[in-house]
């Protein structure tokens, strides 16, 4: 019955459940081999549906028995395929009990129910639950679970499950049970269970409205000393989210739990999260700054979820930002929130602009590109994306900024107020925004609609004699697949301008006084204009990156070098910086493409000394500024992209710099030592960040004095910031050490898996690793393609992170990918698609290599047993 052709789905298709599920209860057998799943629910006809059958979905499981109300179903009483269960004929209350047989040893997709070193876990989102027994398995169906599970003590000490533990006790013969009840309804992606030989460190914790609730943090044995910062942030984002949105923990128990196998970061299973470890393992010896930041940003992520997205959820999964767009937006607020400083707010959204650009626009560029808000989909786990996500996030931020906070925090109040415990769609928070915000948001709706990422020309024009800046925004929005033209979007640009000085000039804002202006550009074309401007400003325009957008203004030398001095609006002293860097990689590109001799200016070196010695500036923020665009979005600046030649005028202006402010890098290494104990808090952090970026600026001019810098901080460093840091520049700067210490290294954290993935993306990500050498990599005994952690920081950092390489002119880059893709596809569909993503943009590059991308892509398009996961990708990126 399994049809070859992949079927689309649509939004527009969308029809209410036949049925509503009111309780269910689900009874587990747990063996790894043979797992029992029986389940009983009690089911009402929907009467807002005109479908007659209950139509319940069901892949890779076996159907062992049938009852409704209390009759035996056989054969001729429903219909059975590989993935649905219908039973034409029923009445309007039933009473469904289902008997399923799994083998959750054999399952390694890591989806639905299945077993990672030796205990199970499950993972339901988007629609893993139908793995694990026949279910109307759909967002808008919402029901109470109430959980038994039996297991075999002395090998599953540790039975979990969502809710609240009701009952707990021994059934002879070595096993034992637990049973859990949910006492809040719940749509089946949230459903979890883990039984497994854990432990835990645990807290009782008051929360806001006296209650206390009881925290735990679950972990294998040996990691233990590695759940303090998991157990801390997630207290501090109960307390953030009490504060800042009057929203507190509805459970009396929360529980997180590490794997080390997992498809994504995290999953926010009501009560029950289950984590990535590389999201909750950390210590000093073992974890990075980069390592705590994502920790507390994804613990943070989950537990929002608890009210966007659980209390409130998705009606159908075309929705999907309704709850991650918002849950992301909160969790970025709450990372900037936890460091407290303005300064230390802005490093953060650099941060985010950075990933929109580096990932977000690409997306919105290619063949996958899809609205914030999908249209259509083949496989849903394709649009778990940065656009559902992160450009999802700058959605919700815009509200805040057209709205204000306070009115932007009434429309969440709204937004509870209507729609707790309810399944919703995106313009149902939209509704909720407009009537709290007293505004008329229809258009708004264009930026869940629409694709791309639109583009805002500005021009300014000052006249002396009348005082006046014209400002002239003109937007519009490349085609995307579908869609081949868009309408205006409603884009808030904040505008500042800055005179001579440096200073903002004062603008009056609606009969305000103020340094920052926010436009609302609705039209295709507009000008604004300021009065009493009384010299000519330079316009700081997209403060704090105000909108997803590309902002093209012809902005000279001169004005750039005076927004990096100046700009008030750190985001846009950051931009300005971006600008000035990115003109000189481009046209250095060009230059070594073409043979000439390359140079750098000493205008933008002098820019940058002044930067990094000034010492008035976060050193977070100075190493953010010293940053230069990566290669890949200088390669998104180019009509044809040229990774050899892009790589080699990065390293060039590298090089150079590292050169030219050898004394100044070498006076900031020293003055932003951080020592005494480690603390991941953000000020050492950024003194780590821009000590480690010094130190890499020093290595790349591979100087035995800096060889020999990196070797002693490799040697005494303290904490893995540190250690992997030294690391990192030895290999880069390919000093004749870097295999010794490699070695070294790998013999100290050969028992820590997370460690030892570093230890395989480092070399994975380093400009001499060629094909062959990651294929050796591959043979090593500690790498396991089955492990998607693993698999990513080698397989997955090559292809996506080491772009002269991957992209070599024989091809061999590409059919490795297509192996790759094509061996984890038979594994594992959702990480296998991941990296079929990392070919997307293949028309982009040189004939001669497009015509090896291609071959590589049409191998795997010609897999008869592909997943629809890897099809579309691969069927979309062709077409
Ligand atoms: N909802 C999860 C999160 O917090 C991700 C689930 C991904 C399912 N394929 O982002």
């Known amino acids: 019955m399994r049809t070859d052709t992949p079927q689309t789905i649509y939004r527009k298709d969308y029809t209410p459940p036949g049925f509503m599920v009111e309780t269910v209860e689900l009874g587990f057998d747990l063996d790894p081999q043979r797992t029992i799943v029986a389940s009983r629910l009690t089911m009402t006809r929907n009467p807002e549906s005109r479908a007659r059958a209950i139509e319940l979905h069901g892949e890779n499981i076996v159907l062992v028995a049938l009852r409704m109300n209390g009759k035996t179903l056989s054969k001729r009483d429903y219909r059975l395929d590989d993935k649905m269960l219908l039973i034409p004929d029923a009445p309007d209350e039933v009473t469904l009990e289902i008997e399923t047989l799994t083998a959750p040893v054999k399952n390694t997709t890591l989806n639905g129910l299945y077993v990672s070193n030796g205990n199970f876990f499950t993972q339901c989102e988007a629609e893993g639950f139908r793995n694990i027994t026949y279910f109307p398995d759909r967002p808008d169906v919402m029901a109470k679970y109430t959980v038994m599970l039996r297991a075999d003590k002395a090998t599953y000490p540790v039975l979990l499950s969502n ?9 002879g013969d070595g096993r034992h049970y637990a049973k859990w009840e949910d006492p809040f309804k719940k749509p089946s992606y949230l459903f979890a269970l883990v039984a497994a030989r854990l432990v835990c460190q645990e807290e009782t914790f008051k929360l806001a409205d006296g209650r206390s609730a009881l925290l735990q943090v679950w972990v294998e044995e040996g990691n233990l000393d590695k759940t303090d910062y998991a157990m801390q942030s997630l207290k501090n984002s109960i307390r953030w ?21 997992f498809n994504m970061g995290a999953m926010e299973n009501k009560g029950l999260n289950i984590f990535n470890t590389k999201f909750v393992l950390a210590n000093p010896r073992v974890a990075t700054d980069f390592d705590y930041a994502g920790i507390e940003a994804v613990v943070g992520h989950e537990y929002f979820h608890n009210w966007t997205g659980n209390r409130i959820t998705c009606r159908d999964w075309f929705q999907l930002s309704l709850k991650e767009g918002l849950t992301v937006f909160r969790d970025q607020e709450f990372s900037a929130d936890m460091i407290g400083t303005d300064s230390g707010r802005a490093v953060t959204r650099i941060d985010q602009v950075r990933t929109l650009r580096q990932a977000q626009f690409p997306e919105d560029a290619g063949p996958m590109a899809h609205p914030v808000r999908p249209d259509s989909f083949v496989e849903i786990n394709n649009f778990y994306t940065v656009t559902v996500y992160e450009k999802g996030a700058e959605v919700v931020r815009m509200y805040q900024t057209l709205l204000g906070r306070e009115r932007f925090r009434k429309g969440m109040d709204l937004y509870f107020e209507r729609h707790d415990g309810q399944a919703v769609t995106c313009d149902d928070f939209r509704a909720a925004m407009a009537d709290a915000g007293g505004r008329d948001l229809s258009q708004f709706e264009r930026w869940y609609s629409q694709a791309g990422t639109p583009v805002v020309r500005a021009e300014g024009r000052y006249d002396a004699d009348a005082l006046t800046y014209e400002l002239t925004l003109t937007q519009s929005c490349p085609a995307t697949p579908g869609q081949e033209n868009k309408l205006p979007f409603h884009i808030p640009v904040a505008v500042g301008l800055l005179g ?24 295709a074309s507009r000008t604004f204009r300021f009065t009493g401007v009384k010299e000519a400003p330079t316009p700081s325009i997209l403060r704090d990156f105000s909108a997803p957008v590309v902002l093209e203004y012809d902005y000279t030398d001169t004005e ?10 750190p985001v846009n002293r950051w931009e300005a910086g971006q600008r000035l860097a990115m003109a000189r990689l481009l046209k250095l590109t060009s230059a070594v493409a073409a043979g000439d001799t390359l140079g750098l200016d000493t205008t933008f070196i002098e820019a940058l000394r002044k930067i990094l010695a000034d010492d008035a500036l976060d050193a977070a923020f100075r190493e953010q500024a010293l940053l230069l665009p990566s290669e890949s979005m200088i390669a998104d600046q180019m009509a044809v992209v040229d990774p050899q030649a892009i790589h080699q005028a990065r390293q060039f202006v590298r090089r150079t710099v590292g050169e030219a402010l050898k004394a100044d890098l070498r006076a900031q290494y020293d003055a932003n030592q951080t020592p005494g104990p480690y603390s991941p808090d953000a000020l050492s952090a950024g003194r780590r960040g821009l000590k480690n970026l010094a130190l890499s600026y020093l290595a790349s001019t591979s100087s035995e004095e800096s060889i020999a810098l990196a070797q002693a901080q490799f040697d005494n460093a303290g904490n893995m910031t ?17 295999q010794a210490a490699l070695q070294a290294f790998y013999a100290d954290f050969d028992k820590e898996a997370l460690v030892i993935d570093k230890w395989f993306a480092m070399q994975a990500s380093a400009p001499a690793t060629d094909v062959a050498a990651v294929r050796a990599l591959m043979r090593h005994a500690a790498f396991n393609i089955k492990n998607p952690n693993r698999a990513r920081s080698l397989v997955f950092t090559f292809c996506v992170g080491n772009a002269s390489q991957f992209h070599a002119p024989d091809g061999s880059g590409y059919a490795f990918w297509a192996e790759q893709v094509i061996a984890l596809d038979a594994l594992n569909p959702q990480v296998a698609s991941r990296l079929a993503r990392s070919m997307d943009r293949w028309r982009r590059y040189a004939p001669a290599l497009q015509a090896h ?14 997943s629809n996961d890897v099809r579309e990708v691969v069927s979309k990126a062709l077409a």
């Open 241 to 261: 989210d009490e504060e800042r949105f009057g929203l507190e923990l509805d459970l009396d128990r929360f529980m997180i739990v590490a794997v080390g196998d």
């Open 853 to 866: 991308m291609k071959k590589a892509l049409q191998k795997v398009a010609g897999v008869k047993k592909l």
């Open 560 to 569: 750039l070098l005076h927004l990096f001095s100046h700009d008030s609006d």
């Open 500 to 523: 001579a000085d440096g200073r903002d000039l004062h603008l009056n804002v609606d009969g305000h006084d103020a340094v920052t202006a926010v436009l609302e550009l609705t039209d």
């Open 722 to 738: 540190d250690r992997v840091a030294a690391l990192a520049a030895l290999i880069h700067a390919g000093a004749a050490s870097a």
């Open 163 to 171: 809710g609240n533990l009701i009952e707990e006790g021994e059934l």
